[in-house]
């Protein structure tokens, strides 16, 4: 089992930046790659961004390519996802994902293999 917690959502304005972590405990931190996706109201689950093992390889949603950073640190077991220039359409409850493979980090991975872990999300409200 890998327990994930996501720290970091809050109000900020648009144009604002947070950072949020995902904290992760249990098996091996490092056999994981490591995601983001976001839900905003009355609409589906969306990948935000992908990690692989060692912070190599990272893709993004088109519309954060440039504003979000997505990092890890194997040592702390821990994932960062920095949102700058941030938008109200950036709006939505934010989820960590942990999956041994990463091409499952994905929308089309989630939907159609599940993604072996989830964390409770962290909620993140920009206005305008």
């Known amino acids: 089992q890998v327990q994930l917690a996501e720290f970091g959502g809050g109000l900020v304005q648009a144009g604002g930046s947070l950072r949020l972590s995902c904290a992760a405990s249990?098996?091996?931190?490092?056999?994981?790659?490591m995601g983001w996706f976001r839900q905003a109201p009355g609409k589906e689950r969306e990948f935000v961004a992908a990690i692989n093992w060692n912070g190599d390889t990272t893709y993004y949603l088109d519309s954060v390519k440039g504003r979000f950073t997505f990092s890890r640190d194997n040592a702390k077991n821990t994932v960062y996802l920095q949102m700058n220039s941030l938008k109200p359409e950036d709006t939505a409850v934010y989820y960590c994902a942990a999956d041994r493979i990463l091409d499952r980090v994905s929308d089309y991975g989630y939907r159609t293999f599940g993604i072996d872990y989830w964390g409770k999300g962290t909620l993140v409200t920009v206005s305008s």
């Open positions: 249990g098996r091996t931190f490092s056999d994981y790659a």
